[in-house]
């Protein structure tokens, strides 16, 4: 994955939320906060992830969840990586808690290889344990970029 998009995650290495609706929420107001989505949208982005959630949990085990969605009020790809020390429920297929959350947002009408791409990568980074254990032993956003800079490079 290109260092353009790690560099532009959005990072939330203290997630305040236990509950997924609100999770999502204070994910999407990072995403806001940081300038790539206009504060006006994020109800509309919050509720387009509960409708997606309900077609099929985004957890996808061993304390991970991917949320997606394609957004009209996007440019380009975001990303956002959050860490839950509590544990959020996401009905996960493992049933375990979510404690590392990707969220992505592609824009409606964008490339869709692109999107996928980018799916790939956090997939690839939620599969590899070494990622999910250290990714939940760091407490700041800078800690979290270096650590997606070298699992991305070493990978």
């Known amino acids: 994955m290109n260092k353009s998009l790690i560099q532009s995650t959005i990072l939330v290495p203290s997630l305040a939320a236990t509950e997924r609706d609100a999770a999502l929420g204070e994910v999407v107001a990072?995403?806001?906060?940081a300038g790539v989505l206009a504060a006006k949208s994020?109800?509309?982005?919050?509720k387009q992830l509960i409708e997606r959630e309900a077609l099929g949990s985004t957890g996808l085990g061993?304390?991970?969840?991917?949320?997606?969605?394609?957004?009209?009020?996007?440019d380009e790809i975001v990303v956002a990586l959050a860490i839950s020390s509590?544990?959020?429920?996401?009905?996960?297929?493992?049933?375990?808690?979510?404690h590392i959350m990707f969220l992505v947002l592609g824009p409606k009408g964008g490339p869709p290889?692109?999107?996928?791409?980018v799916l790939r990568w956090?997939?690839?980074?939620?599969?590899n344990a070494d990622f999910r254990r250290f990714?939940?032993?760091?407490f700041d956003a800078d800690g979290l970029r270096e650590l997606l800079t070298e699992m991305t490079e070493s990978a």
Do not use: M, Q, W, Y
């Open 113 to 117: 290889d692109e999107h996928l791409a």
């Open 30 to 33: 990072a995403v806001a906060a």
């Open 62 to 74: 061993n304390g991970v969840a991917i949320p997606h969605v394609k957004e009209t009020k996007v």
């Open 135 to 138: 990714a939940l032993g760091v």
């Open 42 to 46: 994020k109800g509309r982005v919050v």
């Open 122 to 127: 956090v997939s690839s980074l939620a599969r």
């Open 86 to 98: 509590a544990g959020i429920g996401f009905d996960a297929i493992d049933g375990r808690p979510v």
